[in-house]
């Protein structure tokens, strides 16, 4: 029995990037071996163990078998003879295809260190087409690595298009899908994610209601990049520079998702694209089955990132009425996550990479004003229910008008 270090660990060691997580390969033995030696079994479709002490997961050496469409359709083959080069073999890129023996001996018989060198993302070998979750993890890796130059190799990409013309991705459940959309908005360049998903074809299967924004114009006086669906990755972009938190991102890619359904004839112009956008973030939702917290923020982002922008045209009452629609005093980390997604959409513009955004701070400054408001017992003396939330609320206003006060007055030349 040989155990060997496998896939990421490997990889991310001989890049000098931290190791999250280790998975070992076990060669020469059977479940009955492992259970023996204290490991316990947790696979269901094949024997994966945990260790007894580490609880690092340790999977006998294995073979696959297409039998069936989807992902799901393998044939697995498990045996004390599998090498370790087949099991190998059966993994999605050369860069994940390599093992550390016991001596520290780096095993690679499909070229991933050279790969890791030239920073391609190259397939190990034909099965890759034979599952489908392999386009979105291949997006994902490529927004993993962007910032370190890896790209895609040609010949790995022409797969990926292939399995999207093929149909590979009607196979694909809301489940995998969202799993590996969540895991690529928390990645470095989540914008690549998007991109790669674009040139293999599959944003328009997996996300059409994100792929129906390229070829859409917005006023060049307000986004001089024009096409929507550029401005959505630069909106991603800057995203990922102001928070790591995926849903931030995925409110960020979202926002403006009802301008893809503006009437040709209205362009540039998308009077309305907020409510717009509203339903189709919900549709998507509930297609994906995306989490709630994800969905709450992205609603909120899409219906009030105008008015957001608008900070300082808005009359002290209106700026109150933001608040409350965002319940921005009894979320405040929330409405916290909502500025930032604003101030992606402002920054994620051509030339507007390193412009300040204002309006946070102003909106920041409101709501600091309006939580400390409170009545006392004398105030409250002879009110009760909906007549102490009208007092509550005109005080609340006029801490509010106090602070657009200052501001105008700060504002001044």
């Known amino acids: 029995m040989h155990t060997y270090l496998v896939g990421g660990a490997v990889r991310d060691q001989l890049l000098g990037l931290p190791i999250k997580e280790r998975d070992w390969v076990v060669v020469g033995a059977t479940p009955e071996t492992l259970t023996r030696d204290g490991y316990r079994q947790v696979g269901k479709d094949f024997p994966v163990f945990l260790h007894p002490e580490s609880n690092e997961e340790y999977a006998l050496a294995r073979t696959e078998r297409k039998v069936a469409a989807g992902y799901h359709g393998f044939e697995t083959r498990f045996s004390p003879d599998v090498t370790l080069e087949e099991d190998l073999r059966r993994r999605d890129l050369t860069i994940n295809a390599m093992a550390k023996d016991s001596n520290g001996q780096i095993i690679d018989p499909y070229g991933g260190r050279d790969d890791l060198s030239r920073r391609v993302l190259r397939h190990v070998s034909p099965a890759f087409v034979e599952d489908p979750v392999r386009i979105l993890r291949i997006a994902r890796f490529a927004a993993r690595y962007a910032h370190l130059g890896f790209t895609i190799a040609p010949e790995t990409l022409a797969l990926m298009q292939q399995m999207v013309r093929d149909g590979e991705t009607t196979a694909l459940t809301p489940e995998r899908v969202w799993q590996e959309t969540d895991r690529a908005l928390a990645e470095p360049a989540p914008h690549v994610y998007i991109t790669t998903l ?117 009359r002290p009452s209106k700026v109150l009425e933001l608040l409350e629609k965002c319940d921005a005093q009894r979320r405040p980390e929330r409405f916290e996550e909502f500025l930032l997604a604003c101030q992606a959409d402002a920054q994620g513009r051509t030339g507007f990479v390193d412009a300040p955004y204002p309006q946070g701070t102003f909106l920041r400054s409101a709501l600091q004003a309006m939580g400390r408001v409170a009545l006392t017992a004398a105030e409250r003396e002879g009110l009760s229910g909906a007549a102490i939330g009208e007092r509550l609320r005109i005080a609340r206003l006029a801490a509010i008008t106090t602070v657009c006060d200052h501001r105008a007055a700060t504002a001044k030349p």
């Open 198 to 314: 674009r040139v293999t074809g599959a944003l328009a299967d997996i996300f059409p209601e994100v792929d129906r924004l390229w070829g859409v114009p917005q006023p060049a006086k307000w986004h001089p990049e024009i096409d929507t669906g550029v401005h959505i990755l630069l909106v991603l972009e800057a995203a990922a520079r102001l928070s790591p938190l995926a849903r931030v991102r995925f409110a960020a890619l979202t926002h403006d998702l009802g301008k893809g359904q503006t009437p040709e004839d209205q362009w540039p112009a998308h009077k309305g694209h907020e409510d717009r956008s509203v339903t189709l973030v919900n549709e998507l939702s509930t297609r994906l089955r995306v989490p709630n917290e994800f969905r709450e923020l992205a609603l909120i982002v899409a219906q009030h990132h105008g008015v957001c922008h608008r900070a300082f045209d808005l």
